[in-house]
C-alpha cells in the first residue's frame, strides 16, 4: 500500500504563500486519485482540493477556490497544494489523501483509503 508523507507546513503572515508537498513511498501515485483536506483545532476533517488520476479534473472547496491549486508529478512520485493569500482562517493540519476509485466528484473522507500524517499550517494575522 502507498505511504504518503507530507511536507512544506509552517507559520506564515496573513496574504503569504506556501506550497505543500506530499511524497509517495510504494505504488505510484499514478495508480491513486489524490487529495488534500484539513483539520483546525476541534473541529472536523474536511475536503480542500482534490485531483482525478490523470490530472484533467480537479475539485475544490468553495473557500479555497482561486486562491489554492492542486498538482501532481507522477514521475516525482509527488502530490502538490500551492496555496496563495493565505487567511488565518486557512490554519490547519493538512493531510494528503489517495483513493483507489477516481473522483467524479469531491471526495468525502469516507472515500479515502490512505491518509498522510499531516503537516501543520498556521496563519497569523
Known amino acids: 500500500q502507498v505511504q504518503l508523507v507530507e511536507s512544506g507546513g509552517g507559520l506564515v503572515q496573513a496574504g503569504d504563500s506556501l506550497r505543500l508537498s506530499c511524497a509517495a513511498r510504494g505504488p505510484p501515485i499514478s495508480n491513486y486519485a489524490m487529495a488534500w483536506f484539513r483539520q483546525a483545532p476541534g473541529k472536523e476533517r474536511e475536503f480542500v482540493a482534490a485531483?482525478?488520476?490523470?490530472?484533467?479534473?480537479?475539485f475544490y472547496r468553495k473557500s479555497v477556490e482561486g486562491r489554492f491549486t492542486i498538482s501532481r508529478d507522477n514521475a516525482k512520485n509527488t502530490l502538490y497544494l500551492q496555496m496563495n493569500s493565505l487567511k488565518p482562517e486557512d490554519t490547519a493540519v493538512y493531510y494528503c489523501?489517495?483513493?483507489?476509485?477516481?473522483?467524479?466528484?469531491?471526495?468525502?473522507?469516507?472515500?479515502?483509503?490512505?491518509w498522510g500524517i499531516g503537516t501543520l499550517v498556521t496563519v497569523s494575522l
Open positions: 489523501a489517495a483513493s483507489v476509485s477516481d473522483y467524479a466528484v469531491e471526495p468525502t473522507y469516507h472515500g479515502i483509503n490512505f
Open positions: 485531483i482525478a488520476w490523470a490530472g484533467s479534473r480537479t
